[in-house]
């Protein structure tokens, strides 16, 4: 029986927050591992909400690994503190960002065509040899092959794993991975590697894992909006019969809106915009008529008419 991959909880920004793993974990579960979305610092401080996403007592998840973003040092220093505060000893940062408004100031993914500043940034990790780094990232900004002249300054620092997302920064989430830049990354890099990109079924793990035997793991975001059992279903090797999916994706469901429910303050137009994401990618699961049904109601009462039709 061929040797089954750890399974990782991409980070998605608005959607996987501490709420959401936790109904996740409780539910579905197969995820070794999640990350939080990028904790950053802007203008010196640090929004209220990502702070109470890393809390420990709000994430009750196995393993969680909350993530940083950041062009200079003094700022992963700054974020890096926070999370030592928080008890965290496993550190992740983020190169692979393509967000515009964070690329041109050089962080994400942004940062990737400059080596010297790659080199001073990731100079914080020989700083803390108590914490464990690890680096998602894409192939470049804008060409497959800054990966390539940045891998001798990764492999030269004690990181426990990079993730690779074959895209560049430009293209954002369009187009297609590019699995020959993994190769070539693939083969330079002597870190355990972990694979990120457009999984969206358990074929799709199985093929990156027989074309990449040496990988570390696989990495999965939407295809796990899409289908949150894609995980279980890989590790025990069956799929969900429709009445299983139906009930998970109810009790998942109750979970998320019962802890926003409690959390949101702000009306309710709030709570039914935040319910709106968690089903977002859900369409797969729920039919059409369903998820028009849910995305276009404005209020509560719509919302729970529209959740009756589950
Ligand atoms: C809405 C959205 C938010 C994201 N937020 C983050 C983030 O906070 N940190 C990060 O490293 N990547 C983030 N990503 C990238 C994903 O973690 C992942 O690398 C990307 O979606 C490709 O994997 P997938 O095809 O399995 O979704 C985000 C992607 C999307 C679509």
């Excluded at 998970?248 to 109750?254: G, N, P």
């Excluded at 849910?294 to 729970?304: C, E, F, P, Q, R």
């Amino acid at each position: 029986m061929p040797e089954v991959l750890p399974i990782y909880f991409a980070p998605l920004q608005g959607y996987t927050e501490a709420i959401y793993r936790n109904a996740h974990a409780a539910t579905f579960g197969g995820v070794d591992t999640y990350y939080t979305p990028f904790v950053r610092l802007e203008k010196g401080t640090f929004r209220n909400r990502e702070i109470r996403d890393i809390e420990p007592e709000n994430n009750e998840v196995k393993h969680l690994i909350p993530q940083l973003i950041g062009n200079e040092p003094e700022k992963l220093e700054a974020i890096l503190s926070l999370f030592i505060e928080k008890g965290y000893r496993e550190v992740d940062i983020n190169m692979g960002c393509p967000f515009p408004v964070l690329t041109k100031r050089h962080n994400g993914s942004g940062i990737l065509p400059f080596p010297e500043e790659v080199e001073k940034l990731l100079g914080v990790i020989q700083k803390h040899p108590e914490i464990s780094f690890s680096v998602k990232m894409r192939l470049g900004w804008e060409q497959a092959e800054e990966c390539l002249e940045l891998v001798s300054l990764l492999n030269a620092l004690p990181l426990n794993h990079i993730t690779m997302h074959p895209r560049i920064g430009k293209q954002q989430y369009k187009g297609n991975v590019d699995l020959e830049g993994f190769a070539a990354f693939a083969e330079a890099c002597q870190h355990p590697l972990i694979y990120n990109g457009d999984i969206k079924s358990v074929e799709d793990i199985e093929y990156i894992h027989t074309r990449f035997p040496s990988l570390s793991g696989i990495m999965i975001g939407r295809g796990l909006l899409m289908n949150p059992a894609l995980a279980i279903e890989y590790k025990e090797r069956k799929s969900l019969s429709n009445e299983e999916m139906r009930e998970k994706l109810h009790a998942m469901h109750k979970l998320v809106f019962t802890r926003y429910e409690e959390r949101i303050q702000g009306g309710e137009g709030q709570l039914v915009s935040k319910m709106k994401a968690f089903w977002e990618y859900l369409e797969p699961q729920i039919g059409h008529k369903a998820w028009k049904a849910i995305h276009k109601s404005t209020n509560l009462a719509k919302y729970n008419a529209a959740i009756g039709l589950l």
